[in-house]
């Protein structure tokens, strides 16, 4: 398994900033995922982060708004950019695990958006 | 496009009552299922796969293509089995990117 970090664990920021949140993995990982929760929904996938590649967005999420670093395989931070109250939620981040489907998870990063 | 519906969103038994929660999905091509866990103040985990058949704590679940379904089942809850369990089912493509259901919570009272 895969032990996974985020920074920061939670954080209120005004509307028009961004956040970049960090994720960090013991071990190297070629492939990292990017999770949206917003509040009473379930996880959507937002991006999958390869490195040495630009990330793969899934539809409805665009580079612009949620860029994504992935500098070594160890190591990927996702920026929301230009916050909106909309854009409060909790941001988990997850690894592929041995085992077709198997992903290990974050902590997540919970974010309010005033 | 692959969509997986958990009904419930909230399921309270007893202590040694049997539990199913419930799965269906859509899905054109052979899926894989998945049930994931998240107990109370920890992080998201797997919790068994339809392809290993097994039985993890004491859950299992049977993939049935003709009702579309991937039921998570129990035959005696225990209290701390009360947690979040999100269904999944492994995408299209290349890569093991999971579409998640929106959860069920189950309460498992003594």
């Known amino acids: 398994s895969a032990v996974i970090s985020q920074k920061p664990s939670r954080d209120i920021c005004q509307r028009g900033t961004s956040l970049t949140i960090q994720c960090q993995v013991d071990?190297?990982?070629?492939?990292m995922f990017w999770y949206r929760q917003q509040p009473g929904q379930s996880l959507t996938l937002i991006a999958t982060?390869?490195?040495?590649?630009?990330?793969?967005?899934e539809s409805g999420f665009v580079i612009d708004k949620f860029p994504i670093s992935r500098p070594n395989l160890t190591f990927s931070t996702l920026t929301v950019s230009n916050m909106s109250p909309e854009d409060s939620s909790i941001y988990l981040c997850?690894?592929?695990?041995?085992?077709?489907?198997?992903?290990?998870f974050g902590p997540g990063t919970r974010l309010l958006v005033l | 496009a692959q969509r997986v519906t958990q009904p419930e969103k909230l399921l309270s038994v007893f202590k040694g009552a049997p539990v199913e929660l419930k799965c269906n999905y859509s899905?054109?091509?052979?899926?894989?299922l998945f049930w994931y866990v998240q107990y109370s103040r920890q992080r998201l985990q797997l919790l068994l796969r339809?392809?290993s058949r097994e039985s993890i704590k004491g859950f299992t679940a049977d993939l049935n293509k003709g009702e579309t379904s991937f039921h998570l089942k129990k035959p005696f809850a225990q209290e701390e089995d009360s947690a979040m369990y999100y269904c999944?089912?492994?995408?299209?493509?290349?890569?093991?990117?999971?579409?998640f259901g929106k959860g069920t919570m189950l309460l498992v009272s003594p």
């Open positions: 997850s690894v592929a695990g041995q085992g077709v489907g198997t992903q290990y």
């Open positions: 071990s190297q990982v070629t492939m």
């Open positions: 982060a390869n490195q040495g590649s630009e990330a793969t967005y």
């Open positions: 899905y054109s091509g052979s899926p894989e």
């Open positions: 339809h392809i």
């Open positions: 999944a089912l492994r995408g299209t493509g290349g890569y093991s990117t999971l579409t």
